[in-house]
């Protein structure tokens, strides 16, 4: 038996059309526009100004508080100005725009492809170096890599789990890495543990990857390296999920409002694993990522590497065009993915994968009423009512969804899947969680 | 660009499921037991199928409407499974009109007044059942005979059930070796060589479609196993103390309308819990419930008054049994 998390889950179609295709450069554009909020937490503040040259790797904006990151330049060539565009959601937020003259990297990056599996830096130097170079967590939600690393006072961390899990259906770009970079991810891993301290690690990989985890387990074996193992999952939606993974893995769970390190755990993706390898190794900023191009009637799906600040339009351009039927695209995977507003957006550090969905599939189909089915229930992999907190948000009981845990809400979507009356159950979970947690804020306040 | 992009909140996909196919399902899982009741008690039980599911259907459309004036819900499939399961709880040669009159309060005053599909309290088949019991108790407890020809609606050789023979005898002072003489062997049971409700009597038909019901999905087995269970496990306890007084298990599993309560009536989405938990509590309530009036109630039969009452506890069971949440036991730190 395969392990997986126990509760709730869904397994919607896999559809990865793109696995197993290479992962290919696409040609530069003539202006990228790197945005300053590419992370959670509090947005990087410029240190450029108009006309300054930049070259490749350079940092152009420091971390707005710890809870930050840094951001380098993609690019060499001139800035052009700061201003506000739209990002993914439509908001206009401020960016550095580069017109791009050439490909100068920084002297201080090591552009050599071979690999550098010894680890000098101490603890403190990795976290540093990994703050230096701007890592957020690559598997969407960009949290900044070098807050996970500093295990607060009071807790100790046993165990680093990589989560190479991608759950979402369509996307690929974990899994395309983990054959092409094995060895860098193993050694990315190597590092993340001495970081923490750890003696134990766990690749998490859902078993519809089986060449990725053959491939892994061996080049462990021949190491004889006991201290990483790689664990073969169930396929099951939401398992790339922090809480889920390490439910799956070590059989622990995280306490409701509580955070891994509670549980002795630290989970990081896969993707960034490999961008802590080239940062610390190869002294490499993050300014480039891989980003799965899938979904209905793309003309050439795959899987690309993308300058961060690369435009959308660019990227499609590249890759043969929108083809005339595309009504809806996706940033991100189909459970969690933000739907674009506007194309001209740029990619940033959470671009996972750009997904294109024709007039078949872009609209929603017509909610009726509940039939109290209790497939929500089922499904949720936090143990909560997604009808009711929905009946709450929607007679705005805010009071009633907060003490059915409306908080506890991972937003996986798996309610909204499986609802056969189509029922837009997130949307009103996340409204209550805005609510929620505005009203618990005001309270901590007095 | 001139074309405008659609924006949504995740998730992008949904499950191609809707209710309309959900009751589909509900129907075709029905279709064993129904044909083989066609079989077994012939053109009448034919006609009651189709007139209770074509007088559901009316007035689910008429009340719709011309009462609601809300757009129709036949099409989601719902009142065709009311009607269906409304004729699988009544025997073969019931009077039409008294048919007729079952549908209405299934539809109309169970189910739509309430608000429809998804609001009512009462699951509505049973409801319409217990309303024709209690109104018509003579026509709704002649069971005919298996195998008879005849098509006239009034001259069918009728008997009682295993549950009524087994009742009577009780009351009579009779041995249970005795009473087990008149009534089928547990393997005829099984099969359903016997009178009764229209869709009750094949135990196996029915099972087969509770697990095509399980496995599309459509239900879970905490229902169906905790009602059968509670069954199987107090009567076997009962029968223990007092095998004379008391029939075994299989007996009570075997008789009555209590496979078709468990799958397909006590399953019903609206009127069951919604935790597993709850769900579980729910079963055996109705599992107990069921015995206790069989045992020392003035009905040979409880199930549909076991469901009945459970129907009105669950919004009680919903507040009491809720899903375990993730996390919540080990609150070490804060």
């Known amino acids: 038996m395969l392990k997986t998390f126990s509760k709730g889950g869904v397994h919607p179609p896999e559809k990865k059309i793109t696995s197993n295709k290479n992962i290919v450069n696409i040609e530069l554009p003539k202006q990228v526009t790197i945005l300053l909020n590419q992370n959670l937490g509090a947005p990087s503040k410029s240190i450029v100004k108009a006309s300054d040259k930049v070259k490749v790797g350079q940092k152009i904006a420091e971390a707005g508080g710890f809870v930050s990151a840094n951001i380098h330049s993609s690019v060499s060539g001139t800035v052009v100005k700061i201003d506000k565009v739209p990002d993914a959601s439509g908001y206009k937020r401020d960016a550095i725009i580069i017109n791009v003259e050439g490909d100068e990297w920084d002297e201080s990056i090591d552009k050599s492809t071979e690999l550098k599996a010894e680890i000098t830096l101490t603890p403190e130097e990795i976290i540093n170096k990994i703050q230096e170079m701007g890592i957020v967590g690559l598997g969407g939600a960009t949290f900044p890599t070098h807050v996970k690393l500093k295990v607060p006072q009071g807790y100790k961390a046993e165990y680093l789990i990589i989560n190479a899990v991608e759950c979402e259906p369509f996307l690929t770009s974990d899994h395309q890495l983990m054959l092409e970079k094995t060895e860098q991810i193993i050694v990315g891993t190597k590092i993340l543990m001495k970081a923490l301290g750890v003696n134990k690690a766990f690749i998490g990989i859902e078993n519809n990857k089986p060449d990725a985890i053959k491939l892994l387990t061996e080049k462990l074996t021949q190491k004889q390296d006991n201290s990483i193992e790689v664990v073969a999952l169930k396929v099951k939606y939401p398992q790339g999920g922090e809480k889920q993974l390490i439910k799956a893995i070590t059989g622990r769970e995280v306490p409701s409002g509580g955070l891994p390190i509670y549980v002795g755990c630290v989970v990081q993706n896969v993707g960034t694993a490999f961008a802590v390898y080239e940062a610390v190794q190869h002294n490499k900023p993050l300014f480039e990522r891989v980003v799965t191009l899938t979904g209905t009637n793309v003309p050439n799906p795959g899987n690309y590497l993308l300058r961060i600040g690369t435009p959308l339009l660019h990227f499609i351009e590249q890759t043969g065009g929108l083809p005339e039927n595309i009504q809806k ?84 979507g798996s309610c909204s899947y499986v609802c056969p009356a189509s029922r837009p159950l997130l949307d009103y979970i996340r409204l209550g969680k805005q609510n929620v947690a505005a009203i618990i804020k005001a309270r901590t306040v007095k | 660009m001139d074309n405008k992009l659609v924006v949504s909140q995740s998730p992008h996909i949904q499950t191609t499921d809707n209710i309309q196919k959900i009751m589909l399902a509900v129907i075709i899982a029905l279709f064993p037991t129904t044909l083989f009741s066609f079989y077994l008690f012939g053109i009448k039980a034919v006609m009651v199928v189709a007139v209770a599911i074509g007088s559901a259907i009316l007035f689910e459309w008429l009340t719709a409407k011309y009462i609601l004036k809300r757009s129709s ?109 008149k009534i089928p062997s ?115 039969e409880g199930i549909s008054f076991a469901i009945l009452i459970m129907n009105s506890f669950v919004p009680l069971i919903n507040k009491g049994f809720k899903p375990k949440l993730f996390g919540a036991l080990k609150k070490k730190k804060n």
């Not at chain 1, 294109?356 to 599939?361: E, R």
């Not at chain 2, 019901?213 to 059968?228: C, E, G």
Request: hydrophobic share 45%.
């Open chain 2, 73 to 181: 819900t036949v099409w989601d499939l719902s009142a065709i499974v009311t009607g269906l399961l409304l004729a699988l709880n009544v025997p073969s040669n019931l009077p039409i009109w008294m048919l007729l009159i079952g549908t209405f309060v299934a539809i109309v005053v169970v189910k739509l007044t309430f608000g429809g599909l998804g609001q009512n309290i009462f699951n509505p088949a049973i409801a319409a059942r217990i309303f024709l019991l209690i109104s018509f108790p003579v026509q709704m407890t002649s069971w005919p005979v298996p195998f008879q020809k005849s098509l006239s609606m009034f001259d069918a050789v009728t008997g009682a059930t295993s549950l009524g023979i087994m009742k009577e005898g009780l009351k009579n002072g009779e041995q249970i070796s005795q009473i087990m003489d």
């Open chain 2, 186 to 300: 547990h393997l005829e049971m099984f099969y359903g060589i016997m009178g009764g409700s229209i869709g009750e009597v094949s135990a196996l038909l029915i099972i087969l479609g509770g697990i095509y019901l399980i496995v599309r999905k459509v239900i879970t087995w905490h229902i169906p196993v905790s009602v059968l269970g509670a069954v199987a496990l107090f009567s076997a306890l009962m029968w223990t103390i007092n095998p004379n007084k008391y029939p075994d298990p299989l007996f009570e599993l075997l008789t009555g309308g209590l496979m078709l309560g468990a799958f397909f009536m006590a399953t019903d989405y609206t009127t069951s819990p919604m935790s597993k938990s709850g769900q579980i509590v729910f079963g055996i309530a109705i599992g107990m419930l069921t015995l206790i009036i069989r045992y020392w109630g003035a009905y040979p």
């Open chain 1, 329 to 412: 695209i996706v940033n991100g995977g189909p459970m969690m993915g933000k739907a674009i507003y506007d194309i001209s957006m740029p990619v940033t550090k959470g671009t996972s994968g750009i997904l294109y969905f024709d007039n078949s599939d872009s609209k929603r189909k017509t909610s009726q009423p509940c039939i109290r089915c209790a497939k929500c229930v089922n499904v949720c992999p936090q143990g909560l009512e997604p009808y009711q907190i929905m009946n709450f948000a929607e007679r705005k009981q805010w009071q009633e969804a907060e003490v059915n845990h409306n908080l506890d809400c991972i937003e996986c």
